[in-house]
């Protein structure tokens, strides 16, 4: 089991930058996934990217070249650094986790355990 708390939500013009950080109460080492999910008002979640034993990443084609994931062991942190940000791109944010193989990383239904969001707002 793991708890999992994101920070570093806000409100930026199209353009900005934020960085979003997932703390997790167990060392980084024992999770083989972690990944980044977003939810816009009448949408469904969807990965942003992901992470898999501190190594191979994946990215949605939509956030490609923009957002960088990454991962610090010794604050058993996992970032998510926005570049470029674009309105499209505001929505509630998520961190998730999985102790087991993940086959498909970008997908929510794939992770057991979940964040409580933080809010990114990107206006035009």
């Known amino acids: 089991q793991v708890q999992l708390v994101e920070s570093g939500g806000g409100s930026v013009q199209a353009g900005g930058s934020l960085r979003l950080s997932c703390a997790a109460s167990?060392?980084?080492?024992?999770?083989?996934?972690i990944g980044w999910f977003r939810q816009a008002p009448g949408k469904e979640r969807e990965g942003v990217a992901a992470?898999?034993?501190?190594?191979?990443?994946y990215y949605a084609d939509s956030v490609n070249g923009r957002f960088t994931i990454s991962q610090d062991n010794a604050k058993n942190t996992v970032y998510l650094q926005m570049n470029s940000l674009k309105p499209e791109d505001t929505a509630m944010y998520y961190c998730?986790?999985?102790?087991?193989?993940?086959?498909?990383?970008?997908?929510?239904?794939?992770?057991?355990?979940w964040g409580q969001g933080t809010q990114v707002t990107v206006s035009s």
């Open positions: 998730a986790a999985d102790f087991s193989w993940v086959r498909a990383p970008l997908s929510p239904h794939e992770y057991l355990y």
């Open positions: 167990r060392n980084l080492y024992l999770i083989n996934f």
């Open positions: 992470i898999y034993s501190g190594s191979k990443i």
